[in-house]
């Protein structure tokens, strides 16, 4: 590689971008807008994947879910109009206290969700999530208490009316005074706080900042939430695999059930690694959009380079005549004019980066999502700016490689 032709190849690049800034900026426009969409995708969505696994491995890699019918798949309307949980029987409080006494299993909470106003005094929140789940239910949810304690077995068995509470909702609620022993009202039932509870950091908690959490039963009884697609939150024993705990799980649901051995489980069981897998199969196809729409502006630049470059080799002609007269070689010549190809694309990836960069960190200051520039968008941008250089540059290098030094030198 001749240093010497790269270093001019540049300086005559940069000279020539400052000469004409239009249509330098017009030629790296394209460069630009397309190496910021893929660099600002790629913090957004790895800093979203990033904080789902934080989560999941907060919650437990080994816990999983049993559920009525699998509602993370793909359903197949057969044209009788039956919803895909019409063959499928609903948990049971019998299947549940089976669960629990399997010694592979720590513990089992029931779950069921609904949305509710709750009011205390003259404060009012709307939208709180409300859980309705069995006293383990921190066994799966991080978190730790900051004021009182969980609802108690008693609570739950007499579906009493109490409820532990988020740290952001009893802010939102009593201005910073305990909250313990308050009264609360969700959808016009009153309830008693007995807990409030600090959820561990996430993008759902920042995003969803207040929750509640009650007995199923006391939702169910004063909410009226319906258990018809009730789930449950199941935590294996400790040094029990999550693969024996799900076996386990599925004998017993299936013996109870009546299930004969070809017969298909008629309830779904979800991984942690599942909602993960899922998770990025559907950040992978949007990423895999915004890289082509991404691609759409690098050919657009790609476009102005081939322009500029062959601008540029007609304006230089005589020029190029000169050199070949003094032994230029066509390698030398075609390897300049790559090199000042490179240097435009380049610089538009560069600058590309920098607005990208400036991208991430407004999502992350605006946001729940923890966006980074990862360091291998940053070496892929600067790959495909460069080979996008060689690749539009090459026939206009090619071009002026090719000049014939007589004709050369007589252009006007």
Request: charged content about 20%.
């Amino acid at each position: 590689m001749n240093w010497t032709a790269t270093r001019e190849g540049v300086t005559i690049a940069l000279d020539a971008l400052r000469g004409n800034k239009v249509r330098a900026f017009l030629t790296i426009l394209g460069v630009v807008i397309g190496v910021t969409t893929v660099v600002t995708m790629a913090a957004a969505v790895g800093g979203l994947r990033s904080s789902v696994l934080d989560q999941i491995q907060r919650i437990g890699p080994n816990n999983f879910i049993v559920q009525r019918f699998d509602g993370g798949g793909i359903h197949v309307d057969d044209g009788s109009g039956k919803p895909p949980w019409w063959d499928k029987p609903q948990i049971s409080m019998a299947e549940v206290e089976q669960l629990r006494r399997l010694p592979t299993v720590r513990s089992v909470s029931t779950s069921v969700t609904t949305n509710a106003d709750v009011r205390a005094g003259a404060q009012s929140i709307s939208g709180v999530a409300v859980f309705g789940r069995s006293r383990h239910w921190t066994d799966y949810q991080a978190g730790d208490f900051t004021e009182g304690h969980n609802f108690l077995a008693s609570d739950e068995a007499a579906a009493e009316p109490v409820v532990v509470i988020s740290k952001e909702l009893a802010r939102s609620l009593f201005a910073g005074a305990p909250a313990v022993g308050r009264r609360v009202r969700a959808n016009g039932a009153e309830f008693v706080v007995v807990g409030v509870y600090a959820m561990a950091d996430n993008i759902f908690t920042q995003a969803q900042k207040n929750f509640a959490f009650m007995p199923t039963t006391t939702a169910v009884k004063r909410l009226k939430v319906k258990s018809d697609f009730m789930n449950l939150l199941v935590v294996p024993a400790p040094g029990v695999t999550q693969e024996r705990a799900i076996d386990d799980v599925t004998t017993t649901f299936r013996t109870m059930r009546g299930l004969k051995p070809m017969e298909e489980n008629n309830f779904a069981i979800t991984k942690q690694q599942e909602i993960a897998d899922q998770f990025n199969k559907l950040t992978g196809i949007f990423f895999l959009v915004l890289v082509v729409l991404a691609g759409v502006g690098l050919i657009v630049g790609g476009v102005g380079v081939v322009g500029i470059m062959m601008i540029s080799v007609t304006e230089r002609t005589r020029e190029i005549g000169v050199r070949k007269a003094l032994g230029a070689t066509p390698r030398e010549i075609l390897w300049q004019f790559l090199v000042e190809s490179m240097t435009v694309t380049m610089l538009g990836g560069g600058i590309g980066m920098a607005i990208a960069w400036l991208f991430a960190l407004l999502v992350r200051s605006l946001t729940p999502i923890p966006a980074a520039v990862p360091l291998w968008a940053v070496l892929a941008s600067l790959l495909t700016a460069a080979i996008s250089g060689i690749g539009f540059g090459l026939y206009p290098a090619n071009k002026a490689a090719r000049l014939d030094p007589v004709e050369a030198l007589r252009y006007e």
